[in-house]
């Protein structure tokens, strides 16, 4: 039963992220290079606000139940705001490996696509919302959209500030997804997408679903 409780949670909180990398990512060696590097820039954000967490708790040094809650909503604010300095940094480095690449590339398109590169339920969501919330960061960085850029840290602070009603799930959960949908939406326009295309590609698949089921058995 445990062995079962855990594969499906797995499978919940990581299954569509490795669908992603899977469909998107894993064909092409150079984007699963690229997407290792994101990661190694997330690891290291997460190092270094642990860090300063664990040295403000240190400074702290009180079992007062409101000082540790206020050290906790510090280190997460600072974490999320650490998190999408590094997203920054990561960009930067992007369009510097694209103007490397073009150098000594053959041809005339960018060989590395920035807002490609971005890539329990409330971990579901949270992998999601990153997905998002880096389509929408780069082209934000890219188009010098600051008001965007602005909107992905508040809705980054507000959707981990939502962590702190657990484990009042209807409290987190339901707002959390609102705001995954809503920046699905927000990417999904910003990568290039449309409702004709949209349209277009569940029309495809209607077509191939019909022909598969009249070939004979």
């Keep these: 039963m445990t062995a079962a409780v855990f594969i499906g949670c797995s499978f919940i909180?990581?299954?569509?992220?490795l669908a992603l990398c899977v469909c998107t990512i894993a064909a092409e060696p150079l984007r699963l290079v690229f997407l290792i590097a994101g990661g190694f820039f997330w690891l290291v954000s997460l190092l270094l606000s642990s860090l300063v967490w664990f040295i403000a708790?240190?400074?702290g040094g009180s079992n007062n139940a409101s000082v540790k809650k206020?050290?906790?909503i510090f280190g997460v604010v600072f974490s999320v705001l650490l998190q999408e300095v590094f997203r920054f940094a990561y960009y930067k480095l992007l369009k510097k490996?694209?103007?490397?690449l073009m150098t000594i590339s053959q041809e005339e398109t960018i060989p590395i696509s920035v807002r490609l590169l971005s890539y329990a339920f409330m971990t579901l969501a949270i992998v999601l919302l990153h997905v998002f919330w880096g389509i929408v960061f780069f082209d934000a960085c890219e188009k010098k959209k600051?008001?965007?850029l602005a909107l992905v840290i508040l809705s980054h602070l507000l959707v981990s500030g939502l962590t702190f009603l657990n484990p009042q799930y209807e409290g987190s959960l339901v707002p959390s997804y609102i705001i995954m949908m809503l920046m699905g939406t927000w990417a999904f326009f910003t990568a290039g997408g449309s409702l004709r295309n949209l349209k277009l590609c569940l029309?495809?698949?209607d077509k191939d679903f019909?022909?598969?089921?009249?070939?004979p058995r």
């Design 13 to 17: 909180a990581f299954g569509p992220a």
């Design 57 to 59: 708790v240190q400074i």
């Design 70 to 72: 206020n050290l906790l």
């Design 97 to 100: 490996a694209n103007k490397g």
């Design 146 to 148: 600051w008001w965007a």
């Design 203 to 205: 029309m495809c698949r």
């Design 210 to 215: 019909l022909l598969a089921n009249q070939r």
